[in-house]
C-alpha cells in the first residue's frame, strides 16, 4: 500500500540507501531491521528515536540498544488529505505500534490493505522503499508489516 | 501578588481575509479592547503581542501604527497557546506590582501563504516520511481510533462535539461559522485522516484579539461594571509520560495548579474554553480538567451536558471548530468570551448567572496555559 517493493540483497549493489541515518539497522540483507532505540542507564527508559539526554530523568548516560522486530499496533490512522506540495505521498498508513518494554514507536505501516488494519494486531520490522534518490538508488526506510500467524509476539 | 481585573476585550471576527494584514488585524482588535476599557494606547504601559509564525518581532511592527510611545513590547510564540502566554505575562506584570495597565494582544494570518511552507525539496519529503509523517490532524486521528477502542465508542460522539461547537458558533457574531451542522453533515464530510473528517477538524483563520488587564484599583476608577479579575494563571511546559501524548496529561496537570491557586474547583466553574483543534481533544479534557471521571467524556457530550443550557458548557463561542482557529490570537478569543459571559454581555449564548470561567489552551511543543476568570 505504501511505497514498493522491499530491496533484496541482489539488489543492494545498485546501492539501497537508508532515508536517514541512526533510525534503524542497515544494511538491507540483514532482515528484519532492528530500531536503533536509547536506553538510560540513570532510571531505565528507553526512547525511540535515540536521544540525547533522558527525557525522564535528564541524565546524559544513554546507551543505543536495538529494539524488535516484533510489536503490536496501538493505533493507527490512514493519511488522506495532506499539506500543499506533499500530495504524491498519500494515502498511506501510519501506526503507533507497542514493543516490548511498553516502547511505542510509529512508523508506516505496509503489507496490509487499510481495512484489514486492527488494533492490536501483531507486526514485524521490514524495510520499505519509499522514493529514488536522483541517481536512482532506493531509498528505505523501517515500516510495519503484518507478523505471521504463529509467530512470537512482544 | 496583586490582584488583576480584566478591563477592557476586543476581537476581530475570525475568518478568511487574504486582503488583509496583520497590522490591520491587530490594530482592530487593540483598538476593541481599549474602547472597552476606556483608555487610550498611550496609557498601555507594556504590551505582550502573541504572533506564532508571524514573522520576526510581530508585536513591535504592528504595535507601531499606533503610535511610538516607547512602552516594552514582547513579541511571545508558544504555537496555539501564543495568545495564552501573553495574557498571563500581562497578567503576571501587573500582579507583580511592575505595571497598573498592560495589554496582551495576538494575532494570526494563516491565509495567504505565511503559515508554514511545505519543504519542496524531495529528499526533505522522504525524511519527513521516515517515520510516517503525519499532519496535526493525523496525530488526532490515532488519538481517536485508540479512545474508540478502548471505551468501546463509535465515532458519533466525536461527532457531536463538533454539532454542538458549530450550534454554538451558529449564536456568535465574532464565530468564523456562524451556521449549524448536522450531525450526518460531520459523518459524511471530505475524510482527511481516517477517521477523522473536515467538520472534526478546525478551519484555517485570521484574526486577532486583545484584553486590556489592570490593578484593581485602577480597574474601580474605569468605571462600574461588573469586575473580572483573573483567579489563577497556571503555566506548564511538557513533563515525561511514556505514553508520548500531548495534551491530556499535562493538561490534568496544569489544571491542579489552577484549581489550587484559584482555591476553586471544577464544580465552581459555569462555563469552559478548551483547545477543541480536533473532537477528540474535547472529549479528554472533560475528563482531565475534572468534569467527569476517565472514560465517561463520550457519555458527557450525547447527554448534552456541555451544550449551553447543560450543566457545564463547554466552548460556548464555537471554540476552535466554529469561532476559528488563527493560533497566535486563539487563547485571547477565549479570554474575551469569557468576559463577554461573566459580565452578561454574550447575547443569545449568555450562560444564566455565570460567574466563573477556565480557559485551556495546548500549544505544539509543547505547554499548556490555563486562566480562571471570576467575576
Keep these: 500500500m505504501t511505497g514498493g517493493e522491499v530491496p533484496t540483497p541482489e539488489t543492494a549493489e545498485a546501492g539501497p540507501i537508508p532515508v536517514v541515518e541512526g533510525l534503524f539497522t542497515f544494511p538491507i540483507g540483514q532482515e528484519p531491521p532492528r530500531l536503533l532505540a536509547s536506553r538510560c542507564n540513570a532510571c531505565g527508559e528507553t526512547f525511540f528515536p535515540q536521544r540525547r539526554f533522558c527525557a525522564r530523568c535528564s541524565s546524559p548516560d544513554l546507551a543505543q540498544v536495538l529494539r524488535g522486530p516484533h510489536g503490536r499496533l496501538y493505533t493507527y490512522t490512514v493519511v488522506y488529505e495532506l499539506f500543499a506540495g506533499l500530495e504524491s505521498l498519500g494515502p498511506y498508513a501510519v501506526g503507533q505500534v507497542e514493543m516490548e518494554g511498553g516502547l511505542r514507536v510509529q512508523g508506516l505501516l505496509t503489507g496490509s490493505e487499510f481495512e484489514d488494519l486492527k488494533i492490536d494486531m501483531p507486526l514485524e520490522l521490514t524495510f520499505l522503499t519509499i522514493g529514488t534518490d536522483e541517481r536512482g538508488r532506493p531509498i528505505v526506510t523501517y515500516a510495519f508489516r503484518p507478523a505471521p500467524p504463529g509467530g512470537d509476539g512482544p | ?375
Design chain 2, 1 to 375: 501578588m496583586r490582584e488583576v481585573a480584566v478591563v477592557g476585550v476586543g476581537m476581530v471576527r475570525f475568518d478568511q481575509y487574504p486582503q488583509r494584514g496583520i497590522t490591520d488585524l491587530a490594530v482592530e482588535a487593540v483598538l476593541a479592547a481599549l474602547a472597552d476599557a476606556g483608555l487610550a494606547w498611550p496609557d498601555v504601559q507594556a504590551t505582550w503581542c502573541g504572533a506564532a509564525g508571524q514573522g520576526m518581532t510581530a508585536g513591535t511592527r504592528v504595535l507601531a501604527e499606533l503610535g511610538l510611545t516607547g512602552a516594552p513590547i514582547t513579541t511571545v510564540d508558544n504555537a496555539s497557546a501564543s495568545g495564552s502566554t501573553a495574557f498571563r505575562e500581562a497578567y503576571l506584570s501587573v500582579a507583580c506590582g511592575l505595571y497598573d495597565v498592560a495589554l496582551a494582544v495576538g494575532v494570526g494570518k494563516m491565509t495567504g501563504g505565511s503559515g508554514a511552507a511545505p519543504p519542496v525539496d524531495r529528499r526533505e519529503i522522504l525524511q519527513m516520511q521516515a517515520m510516517g509523517f503525519l499532519p496535526p490532524a493525523g496525530v488526532f486521528a490515532m488519538r481517536t481510533r485508540r479512545r474508540m477502542h478502548e471505551y468501546g465508542a463509535t465515532i458519533i460522539p466525536y461527532a457531536r462535539v463538533s454539532v454542538k461547537n458549530h450550534r454554538h458558533g451558529a449564536l456568535n457574531p465574532f464565530a468564523q461559522f456562524q451556521k449549524e451542522v448536522t450531525l450526518e453533515e460531520v459523518l459524511q464530510s471530505r475524510l482527511v485522516c481516517d477517521p477523522l473528517t473536515v467538520l472534526h477538524c478546525c478551519p484555517i483563520s485570521d484574526g486577532a484579539a486583545a484584553a486590556v488587564v489592570a490593578s484593581l484599583p485602577r480597574a474601580r476608577r474605569l468605571g462600574a461594571r461588573p469586575l473580572v479579575r483573573v483567579a489563577a494563571s497556571a503555566f506548564r511546559s511538557e513533563v515525561y509520560s511514556s505514553d508520548g501524548q500531548l495534551g491530556p496529561a499535562i493538561t490534568e496537570l496544569t489544571a491542579r495548579q489552577a484549581y489550587e491557586e484559584a482555591g476553586a474547583g471544577p464544580e465552581d466553574m459555569h462555563l469552559v474554553q478548551v483547545h477543541d483543534a480536533f473532537t477528540v481533544e474535547e472529549i479528554d479534557y472533560y475528563e482531565r480538567l475534572g468534569f467527569c471521571p476517565r472514560g465517561d467524556g463520550e457519555r458527557l457530550v450525547e447527554e448534552g451536558a456541555t451544550t449551553i443550557g447543560g450543566r457545564i458548557p463547554f466552548n460556548t463561542d464555537g471554540g476552535l471548530l466554529a469561532r476559528g482557529h488563527p493560533i497566535g490570537p486563539t487563547g485571547l478569543a477565549q479570554v474575551w468570551e469569557t468576559v463577554l459571559q461573566l459580565r452578561g454581555q454574550a447575547g443569545r449564548r449568555q450562560v444564566e448567572g455565570a460567574t466563573a470561567g477556565l480557559c485551556q489552551m495546548i500549544g505544539a511543543g509543547g505547554v499548556c496555559v490555563i486562566h480562571i476568570l471570576k467575576r
